[in-house]
């Protein structure tokens, strides 16, 4: 069976910058009827959250460390705004190949 997963990263200010969900497929912090919430924080208070159906800590944990790096090289461009939706399409490919990988 194949997991259902739900991802969203916010800014420290609280702007949703990317969301999205896998129809397939850290440390788990809170559960939400069936499902389990995962959270990653980033020094700069960046929070990355995964809504998942099943356990797999280490594969989540290695999940959101090679987002967090995505997230990193989208935020490195000069040309994108740090609290603007992350509407690139190259991103969505990746994070979808990154979570087919682990999740």
Do not use: W
Not at 21 to 47: H, I, P, Q, Y
Not at 67 to 80: I, T
């Amino acid at each position: 069976m194949g997991t259902t997963c739900y991802f969203v990263i916010v800014s420290r200010e609280d702007h949703v910058l990317f969301e999205t969900d896998f129809g397939s497929g850290s440390k788990v912090v809170d559960k939400f009827n069936d499902m389990l919430v995962s959270a990653f924080v980033t020094a700069s208070r960046m929070r990355l959250m995964l809504l998942h159906d099943a356990r797999n800590e280490d594969g989540i944990k290695a999940f959101f460390q090679e987002v967090y790096e995505l997230v990193l090289k989208v935020q490195m461009n000069p040309f994108q705004d740090k609290n603007a939706t992350i509407k690139i399409p190259m991103f969505d490919q990746r994070l979808r190949l990154i979570a087919r990988k682990y999740l």
